[in-house]
């Protein structure tokens, strides 16, 4: 009888997941640590064919060096800046990754991170938490901003950029977006969405959500220097990755009012702690990295992620490949 293929896990996935790997597959699954030490990793790689991983593995060319016989990296996750693709392309391995099936979720996130923090949704929950709540309805108390006739500036009209315009259209909002390449002129009139240039974007937009990878070019892009050229009275949304923005100043903007307020699925390093300087500030909304997080979108990420192992474990093209 010819031998099971060998399949890590460096976290274990849902059941069902597990119970379809297992029918093909010798699976392990770490526990433990999260994120699973590099020097364990290492060791686990070198005889497997298969890997699932999560955003936060670091997939390095050093690690990928260390394997033998792995043919399939496939991620629960439709970012994949934590996998060095050009070098596992160059090794002729396959990588997988989810998209399409989370856009909708994260998508939602990224408008509810936008009413809560222009409407104060959760600073009005700590002050009622907190025993603060002492007079009723002033024409001053927690006024925040509205919605409606205000400009979203979309930086990166891809798949989750376009969701959100279609709901902030509903919404009554101006949409503006910067993306690498102008969107056709259907899918620009469909979603009322008006092209401008990067310079445009932070001047002219009363929100910017970001909505690109995180890349070389996009690395620390939201600086001081970006934070100016945006309106005081403005808010930036992130569902994106944090290393996007330049945390320290960041802070230092929403403390000194430079940018009216922010609201953050993703840091520069994940999990932040109840003393993270951004958790004293309180023109900010945190969220744990959850754009995805329902469970519709996360069972679907999982059937995907198990798809595109079968596929680039045989040699085949994974479901959603990254470039081969
Ligand atoms: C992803 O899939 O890359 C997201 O960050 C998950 O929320």
New binding site residues.
């Given amino acids: 009888m010819m031998e099971k293929k060998r399949v890590f896990l460096t976290r274990t996935l849902h059941d069902f997941a597990l119970k379809e790997l297992k029918k093909q597959y010798d699976i392990e699954i770490h526990s433990g640590k999260i994120p699973i030490p590099k020097k364990r990793l290492a060791s686990k790689i070198k005889d497997i064919d298969g890997l699932i991983c999560f ?1 936060y593995d670091v997939i390095g060319r050093e690690l990928i060096d260390c394997a033998k016989n792995l043919k399939v990296i496939s991620t ?4 994949f800046d934590h996998i060095d693709t050009e070098y596992a392309k160059e090794r002729k391995i396959r990588v997988g990754y ?1 998209p399409e099936v ?1 856009t909708g979720a ?1 998508a939602d996130l990224a408008f509810s991170l936008m009413l809560d923090i222009m409407r104060r949704v959760s600073e009005g929950d700590r002050t009622i938490r907190n025993g603060n709540w002492k007079e009723i309805y002033g024409a001053y108390d927690y006024v925040g901003t509205d919605l409606q006739d205000k400009t979203l500036g979309i930086f990166g009209m891809g798949r989750i950029g376009s969701a959100l315009a279609k709901r902030a259209k509903s919404f009554d909002m101006n949409i503006i977006y910067h993306n690498r390449n102008k969107v056709s002129k259907t899918k620009e009139r469909s979603l009322g969405a008006k092209y401008v240039t990067f310079e445009k974007l932070l001047a002219q937009s009363d929100i910017i959500s970001i909505h690109v990878p995180h890349s070389k070019h996009t690395e620390q892009l939201f600086d001081k220097k970006i934070f100016k050229k945006m309106k005081n009275s403005s808010f930036l949304i992130n ?3 944090g290393k996007i923005i330049n945390e320290n100043h960041l802070i230092e903007a929403l403390k000194n009012k430079i940018i009216a307020g922010a609201g953050l ?2 840091f520069e390093s994940e999990p932040i702690g109840k003393n993270h300087p951004l958790t004293k500030i309180d023109n900010v909304v945190l969220a744990p ?5 329902t469970k519709e979108t996360r069972s679907k ?1 999982a059937k995907i992620t198990i798809e595109n192992l079968q596929l680039g474990i045989v040699g085949k093209k994974p479901k959603f490949s990254v470039g081969y």
């Avoid at 629960?76 to 970012?79: A, K, L, R, T």
């Fill in positions: 955003p629960y996750s439709v970012g989810t989370l994260t569902t994106a990755r699925d993703v990295h959850i754009g995805s997080s990420m």
